[in-house]
């Protein structure tokens, strides 16, 4: 009875795809047998006598929201983890930890593909290029790449089968935000973590108790603090460690992480993404082609030859030539940047949520075993030209699904997988499983509020070892069976993503929404494969020299002053002009 109701549905829904197919614009020419995400929703369709239509609910199909999923037969899936180093996946994880669980609970196996979270990206190019692609490829920053090649499948056409995705997208008014990553058929090709709220994930960390023994009050001064502000303050902090014997006048005090060698991406990597969008810049992390869309103007521009794009890197070099920021900063490894910190060498760090339990064990051991007292305190974000906090977006990385899924599977069993991805990804199920582990086990529900069990804990959720010096039995949940990874628990309602915050992590993403703006998303470009491929093509040396220019700038090995039109020449010969009309043009269709 499933699998008439389920052809009887498909069959209509493939009519109606058919009759409002279009050239396949942003996303590429394919011929997508997929329904269209109108047609069917979880319904079934019948014929009345007088040759009109009638749509029922399809209850007995489980696409209604709150239905388990559950494969009546085992079922294996291949799927592409990012492995990250510093908790890499281990067999336990596979016979009793969260794939096990998973497997438990959907009667489905993932046939994994580890990949260094260094080298992910370009191994997940290799196999998408290859054919050999996973049926399953979540971690996905930019799809774009991938999308007119025809490798990966149009996902919003199968949303309707997906009905704790679909949900949330109408719980909260997610519609707009998905409208930034569809592309010009009409289609998203991406499953996106989303959020009810955005959220600030990186941020500043700052020795308190230096801060406060240089007379600065952050904590009265964060609310309106600028990047000038925050300069003259670590000025003030570094003569004060100086004068203690902490530091040299010759030591820098700032020396960050996610810059480098390592995740900077040669761009600058999480600092000048913080900074940048604060002077209405897209830099570093989020360079992507450096366009940004004025919405009072209704036009696009190239940010980073702008006179914002010019007092960003000038406040900047001025952290780097006041003695303050390590220039070394965008070529080190991350670890030299937070064993400096540890060691009570340096007074200021980035850090995100998932790390802050880490950096705290970190100063505890290397600063702790001398006897040494410390405090720290997570600090707003500053001010450049404008008060926006660095996130706007309510989307995360999200989740593409290979062609080659659809070609193995067929259609019905296709479907199956997906109802599976939405059970992983988007189910309040999954997200406690994945987030937390077993209820009983690993984590307790104390007055609603979830706490971790006796002899557990996770850097990942910010619980450091209580007793890391007593040779205690303590474990972390996350390296030991994998619960709390940054593959799958992205994302979702507000009060599930902050569940496991910390009360100074609870502090601060109380003091963020009270401080700073959301900056106003840009549309997206609903641009042509042909156009796309002249974007990619002008985009990839232009963003080269931007990039370029931009360390140079920063770290004094060019004076901005004096360069400035040479930059902006080296722009131009990178076909900078050329680039912006084209958006413009495309934004005026």
């Avoid at 829904?13 to 997508?32: D, Y």
């Avoid at 700052?206 to 502000?229: C, H, P, Q």
């Avoid at 925050?230 to 004068?243: H, T």
């Avoid at 915050?501 to 502090?507: E, F, R, W």
Wanted: charged fraction near 25%; aromatic fraction near 12%; proline fraction near 4%.
């Amino acid at each position: 009875m499933k699998k008439q109701l389920l052809s009887t549905a498909l069959a209509v829904s493939m009519v109606a795809a058919s009759l409002t197919a279009c050239t396949n614009g942003n996303g590429g020419s394919q011929e997508e047998p997929a329904p269209s995400q109108t047609a069917v929703d979880n319904n079934t369709v019948t014929t009345t006598d007088d040759g009109s239509t009638a749509v029922e609910p399809v209850e007995e199909l489980g696409y209604t929201f709150g239905e388990h999923f559950y494969s009546d037969d085992p079922v294996t899936y291949s799927m592409s983890f990012s492995d990250a180093s510093w908790y890499p996946m281990t067999d336990k994880w596979k016979t009793e930890g969260v794939f096990e669980q998973i497997r438990l609970r959907t009667n489905v196996t993932l046939d994994l593909t580890s990949i260094d979270s260094g080298d992910y990206n370009d191994k997940i190019a290799l196999s998408i290029n290859a054919g050999d692609a996973p049926y399953i490829i979540p971690k996905t920053y930019d799809e774009s790449r991938y999308v007119d090649g025809g490798a990966i499948v149009p996902v919003s056409k199968w949303t309707q089968f997906m009905p704790n995705f679909t949900k949330f997208v109408e719980d909260y008014n997610m519609q707009p935000d998905l409208d930034t990553i569809t592309r010009n058929d009409g289609n998203f090709y991406r499953l996106p973590g989303m959020h009810e709220s955005p959220n600030q994930d990186y941020f500043f960390m700052v020795r308190k108790d230096l801060f406060d023994g240089a007379g600065v009050d952050i904590a009265s001064l964060e609310k309106d603090m600028t990047y000038d502000d925050l300069y003259d303050a670590l000025v003030k902090v570094k003569a004060y460690m100086v004068s203690e014997g902490i530091c040299k006048d010759s030591d820098y005090i700032w020396s960050d992480l996610w810059c480098g060698q390592e995740s900077g991406q040669g761009n600058g990597g999480n600092l000048l993404k913080i900074m940048g969008f604060s002077y209405n810049v897209a830099s570093g992390w989020a360079v992507g082609d450096c366009m940004q869309y004025d919405h009072d103007k209704g036009e696009w521009y190239l940010s980073s030859t702008t006179d914002d794009y010019k007092e960003f890197v000038k406040t900047a070099n001025k952290f780097v030539k006041g003695g303050i920021l390590d220039p070394e900063t965008f070529t080190q490894d991350d670890s030299v940047a937070t064993n400096k910190f540890y060691r009570g060498e340096t007074a200021i760090i980035s850090v995100n949520r998932g790390q802050v339990a880490t950096f705290e064990s970190g100063l505890q051991t290397g600063m702790g075993s001398e006897g040494k007292t410390y405090e720290t305190y997570l600090m707003v974000t500053p001010k450049g030209l404008n008060n926006y906090m660095a996130e706007n977006s309510r989307l995360e990385n999200g989740v593409m699904i290979s062609k080659k899924a659809y070609d193995e599977l067929g259609e019905e069993d296709f479907i199956k997988m997906l109802r599976f991805v939405d059970w992983l990804f988007y189910s309040d199920e999954a997200y406690d499983l994945i987030k937390w582990g077993i209820e009983g086990e690993t984590y307790n529900v104390v007055d609603g509020q979830k706490v971790l069990a006796d002899g557990w804990y996770c850097s990942g959720l910010g619980y450091a070892d209580p007793t890391p010096d007593d040779d205690s039995d303590n474990k972390d949940m996350r390296l030991e069976y994998g619960y709390a990874g940054g593959n799958f628990w992205y994302a979702h309602r507000v009060d599930q993503r902050d569940d496991n915050l910390t009360p100074a992590l609870q502090d601060f993403s109380k003091r963020i929404s009270q401080y700073r703006d959301i900056r106003p998303l840009n549309p997206a470009l609903a641009s042509t494969p042909d156009e796309n491929e002249q974007i990619n093509l002008w985009k990839t040396p232009l963003v080269d020299t931007i990039n370029t220019w931009t360390l140079n700038f920063v770290t004094g090995k060019k004076d901005i002053d004096a360069e400035w039109d040479n930059y902006l020449k080296a722009c131009d010969d990178a076909n900078a002009k050329n680039l912006v009309d084209l958006y413009n043009e495309i934004n005026k269709r």
